[in-house]
């Protein structure tokens, strides 16, 4: 079975460019959650969708960030104008049920390393 | 205080060996607890979940204490391959919330 599915794998822009970032969810599952990784401050939950509709996104930094969900089966993460403070590893997970139910494990995909020069 | 808090380690133990990390949460209203492993450069992968009563998977148990607000992760017989870092999962029903800990290093030598 096919996991979740992240493109790019790797990204290298300038400060300045906007940057779309893709997720593929498990075929399935309802829940669908980006994060952000760093040295500095660990795994960060930036956004949470439910049936596509987003629930949660406290933990998305600023206005330069946003995400979308238009069906169940595709997700971006945009970032504009890019920063190097973004540099990091984007996950992109799903699960089968949302938050708190039975079946809320989450699965993440490879993930996409960007770095911003 | 974080919400959650981890010992970052690195545990170094050696091969054989029994090893436990410990993970606190803050908030009482917690509803549910998971670890995770991930490996360098590779994303979380579930490890296993855990259940008010404990519950155990091969060389792996997992616990959580609601009074003192922590869960804990056993590995015995500790495998080379184990060498990873340990990520605590805490999520909170009322808020959508999941939060990870910043992860325990653990590194199993020959």
């Known amino acids: 079975d096919a996991g979740v599915i992240q493109s790019p794998r790797h990204e290298v822009t300038e400060m300045g460019q906007e940057v779309t970032l893709r997720c593929k969810p498990i075929?399935?599952?309802?829940?669908l959650f980006w994060y952000r990784q760093t040295m500095m401050r660990g795994l960060e939950l930036l956004i949470y969708f439910n049936n596509n509709v987003p629930i949660d996104d406290s933990g998305m930094p600023e206005d330069r960030f946003s995400a979308k969900m238009p069906n169940a089966s595709f997700s971006t993460l945009k970032i504009q104008p890019s920063e190097p403070r973004d540099s990091a590893v984007y996950f992109c997970?799903?699960?089968?049920?949302?938050?708190?139910?039975?079946?809320?494990?989450?699965?993440f995909g490879p993930g996409t390393r960007l770095t911003v020069t | 205080r974080k919400e959650v808090e981890q010992d970052p380690g690195p545990f170094n133990v050696p091969e054989g060996a029994t090893v436990a990390f410990n993970c606190t949460y803050s908030n009482s209203a917690s509803q549910s607890f998971f670890w995770y492993r991930q490996d360098c450069r590779k994303e979380p992968k579930l490890l296993m979940s855990?259940?008010?009563s404990g519950n155990e998977d091969g060389r792996f148990t997992a616990q959580l204490n609601r009074a003192s607000q922590y869960i804990s992760l056993l590995i015995r017989d500790s495998k080379l391959s184990d060498s990873a870092t340990y990520l605590c999962v805490v999520k909170n029903t009322g808020g959508f919330k999941t939060i990870f800990g910043a992860g325990t290093r653990l590194f199993v030598k020959a």
């Open positions: 855990v259940y008010s």
């Open positions: 997970a799903s699960s089968l049920r949302p938050v708190g139910l039975a079946g809320d494990e989450q699965y």
């Open positions: 075929s399935g599952h309802n829940s």
